[in-house]
């Protein structure tokens, strides 16, 4: 069973930086994009925030452009999240996922969460 991994999460206080990671345990073929969501506490559904595809092509919620940078090796099944003048309503939990035909997996979240 293949899971995804990520780290980074914490606190930081407003203005401030954090960087994510995801990693599939195991090789993943056929992956043709990842993206990083977020959900926040209290709310029913996630948000996806960045994406990424094989053409390297990248895709941002408005809420998070200009601020977020995803970065990923496909070949590594490995996603990263760089993210920068975080805000409080940045704090959620961040969740990775793999899209391909094989369908697709979910990471198991990390906290960020972001002082005022």
């Known amino acids: 069973q293949v899971q995804l991994v990520e780290s980074g999460g914490g606190l930081v206080q407003a203005g401030g930086s954090l960087t994510l990671s995801c990693s599939a345990s195991?090789?993943?073929?056929?992956?043709?994009?990842m993206a990083w969501y977020r959900q926040a506490l209290g709310t029913s559904s996630r948000e996806e925030v960045a994406?990424?595809?094989?053409?390297?092509?990248?895709t941002y919620s408005a809420s998070v452009k200009g601020r977020f940078t995803i970065s990923g090796d496909f070949a590594k099944n490995t996603v990263y999240l760089q993210m920068n003048s975080l805000k409080p309503e940045d704090t959620a939990v961040y969740y990775c996922?793999?899209?391909?035909?094989?369908?697709?997996?979910w990471g198991q979240g990390t906290q960020v969460t972001v002082s005022s």
């Open positions: 195991a090789t993943i073929f056929d992956t043709t994009a």
């Open positions: 994406r990424i595809n094989m053409a390297g092509i990248t």
């Open positions: 996922r793999f899209r391909g035909d094989y369908g697709g997996y």
